[in-house]
């Protein structure tokens, strides 16, 4: 990484020239990517930081720290040069002869560009766990693509993961489904229209206890029967949990997810008698004055629940197996949990006191938090007619919706050719919307951004990928001789200069578990690659410079499909 080798020679700058202050660590230089081209491939504030502590103006220290630099051994086969601007900052520019080395490399490596080496750690991403007896719904949107998105990212850069889901097939809620079924149900139905009809005795078993609560009471006992054991409750369970995990995988096909492991609550119903009692041997738990067990957090407000007063378990109980059986099954060096911001006190109630129990040390499990998705009204999404909103329903909207841009655009496309596009645009539109934004942020769905072939959307990038690869089609493919020191324009060297940073991006968006990164460096490449595209000739070029033209436009092509694929969005050839 270039970022890296600069934050080197930096660091051995400051510690020769201010080894006189030993209270200054090198390890406080960050370099970045600046905003404005002008002020270089990348910067840092490195005297600004040490001028505030050292009351020293901070270009005098930027001159100092420049001199260093220029004595360094092998920095000049990278660095051209090196310029201070207020009110201290220190620039540097990359050779171009590094730039057109590092386009040599994406030609060479294609899809492999930027991937980072194997690292001897082990990542557990638990995301998109949804409870069974429903559809997945809108609201599993954003912990499904931002997980699946994650994984891909981690595993590009080195790490091994392991992908899994934790679907909630346990609890009183399914025994009210079962009381349901039992008063109600019909095994035709059930068998026609699985999820549905599961869903419609759910609902209309809930209500109900709204007007007879004495209903609920039967709920309970039917989830108690099926803790116990029972027979016919036993059966009519697993049989609504294998219908709905086929629906579920019915959906993540569209969506192109693919998890490694999908293992329920349920799994960990043999091992949550002895975690209960041994937490209480081990002083840990303490029972409460109804019966119950609760393991008090130090500097919590709330002890954390874990079999409940009537000797049932919880929630919680099933995710403390599950941290111990994933950190012993895989030797996770790390946990994550893609899960909602509502969710930020239970989630550090269960590392706490996993933590406490001695499965998990502290760091080693980690809450990737976002915001809700919100309706067009900026509201929650409602349900409608005691429904839940399909996530299905919303993905053959955005086909349906994306089908009209298809056929607007290229009329001449075979209609199974359009159906086919149309679906890998609306769906990649449903996903970019989503991780092109801060995940921490609410955001509100929106069609008209989500689809806008000029604005910040999948479809904008999909549309350049197609445009770039129509010209590598009509030169007759890829070009093995050219010389990029013929690439001179503005936008020319625009691009090489942003094509640098692909890698670095990739590992950013990795450390900090943010995919929006990765998707804000792909809408600016795609504009950067659209000016070029509108403003140069290429084909009419003349034959040296068309075929360095060409190269470019080969490695930008790269470049956005490798990102959009670790995004989990597909790149369309035509549009």
């Known amino acids: 990484m270039i970022k890296s080798k600069i934050i080197d020679y930096l660091k051995k700058a400051i510690s020769v020239n201010l080894r006189n202050y030993p209270r200054l660590s090198a390890s406080m230089v960050e370099v970045f990517i600046p905003e404005n081209e002008k002020f270089g491939h990348y910067s840092t504030n490195a005297a600004l930081k040490l001028a505030k502590i050292l009351k020293r103006n901070p270009i005098q220290i930027a001159e100092e720290i420049k001199s260093q630099l220029e004595k360094q051994p092998n920095i000049s086969g990278l660095i051209d040069k090196t310029k201070i601007?207020?009110?201290?900052?220190?620039?540097?520019?990359?050779k171009k002869e590094y730039l057109a080395k590092r386009l040599k490399e994406i030609l060479k490596k294609k899809d492999k560009f930027g991937q980072g080496e194997p690292k001897k750690r082990t990542i557990v991403v638990e995301y998109s766990s949804p409870n069974i007896a429903k559809p997945l719904g809108?609201?599993?949107?954003?912990?499904?693509?931002i997980g699946q998105a994650l994984i891909n990212i981690l595993r590009f850069v080195g790490y091994r993961v392991i992908s899994l889901s934790f679907p909630g097939d346990w609890g009183t809620q399914f025994g009210l489904l079962i009381a349901g079924y039992k008063k109600w149900g019909n095994p035709e139905k059930i068998k026609k229209e699985p999820i549905k009809e599961m869903l419609r005795l759910y609902v209309k078993f809930s209500r109900a206890a709204k007007k007879n609560p004495k209903l609920l009471d039967e709920g309970r006992k039917e989830f108690k029967k099926l803790e116990?054991?029972?027979?016919?409750?036993?059966?009519?369970?697993?049989?609504?949990?294998?219908?709905?995990?086929?629906?579920?995988?019915r959906v993540y096909k569209l969506l192109d997810i693919k998890i490694d492991h999908t293992i329920p609550e349920s799994y960990y119903?043999?091992?949550?008698?002895?975690?209960?009692?041994?937490?209480?041997?081990?002083?840990?738990?303490?029972?409460g004055k109804d019966g119950s067990v609760v393991i008090p957090i130090p500097n919590s407000p709330t002890p954390?629940?874990?079999q409940k007063s009537d000797g049932g378990t919880i929630y919680t109980t099933r995710e403390l197996a599950a941290i111990k059986h994933r950190l012993k099954k895989w030797k996770a060096d790390k946990i994550l949990y893609v899960a909602a911001n509502q969710q930020t006190f239970h989630i550090n109630q269960v590392f706490r006191s996993a933590e406490l129990l001695g499965f998990a040390k502290s760091g080693q499990l980690g809450h990737i938090k976002f915001g809700m998705m919100l309706a067009p009204s900026g509201k929650k999404f409602a349900t409608r007619e005691g429904r839940l909103i399909p996530l299905e329903e919303v993905l053959e909207e955005a086909t349906k919706r994306s089908l009209k841009i298809v056929q607007k655009l290229n009329p001449q496309l075979?209609?199974?050719?359009?159906?086919?596009?149309?679906?890998?645009?609306?769906?990649?539109?449903?996903?970019?919307?989503?991780?092109?934004?801060?995940?921490?942020?609410?955001?509100?769905?929106d069609w008209n951004k989500m689809l806008n072939l000029k604005g910040s959307s999948a479809p904008y990038i999909q549309y350049t990928y197609a445009r770039l690869k129509s010209i590598l089609r009509k030169s007759g493919g890829p070009q093995k001789t050219f010389n990029l020191s013929l690439l001179k324009n503005e936008h020319e060297l625009a691009i090489l200069n942003y094509l640098l940073y692909f890698p670095e991006i990739i590992e950013d968006s990795a450390i900090y578990y943010e995919p929006n990164r990765l998707a804000g460096y792909l809408l600016r490449l795609a504009e950067k690659a659209n000016l070029f595209y509108e403003t140069t000739p290429v084909l009419r070029a003349e034959l040296k410079l068309r075929n360095s033209r060409l190269a470019l436009i080969e490695a930008i092509s790269l470049i956005i499909k490798n990102g959009l694929k670790l995004l989990g969005v597909e790149a369309p050839e035509k549009m």
């Open 269 to 287: 119903e043999p091992e949550l008698k002895s975690l209960i009692n041994n937490a209480l041997d081990k002083g840990i738990a303490k029972k």
């Open 228 to 249: 116990q054991g029972d027979k016919e409750n036993r059966r009519l369970w697993k049989w609504f949990l294998d219908e709905s995990l086929r629906d579920f995988e």
């Open 85 to 94: 601007a207020a009110p201290g900052f220190i620039n540097f520019f990359i």
């Open 138 to 145: 809108v609201h599993h949107l954003r912990s499904t693509i």
């Open 304 to 306: 954390e629940i874990i």
């Open 414 to 445: 075979p209609k199974k050719e359009k159906e086919r596009v149309a679906k890998i645009v609306g769906i990649g539109a449903v996903k970019f919307f989503d991780l092109s934004q801060n995940r921490l942020s609410d955001i509100v769905f």
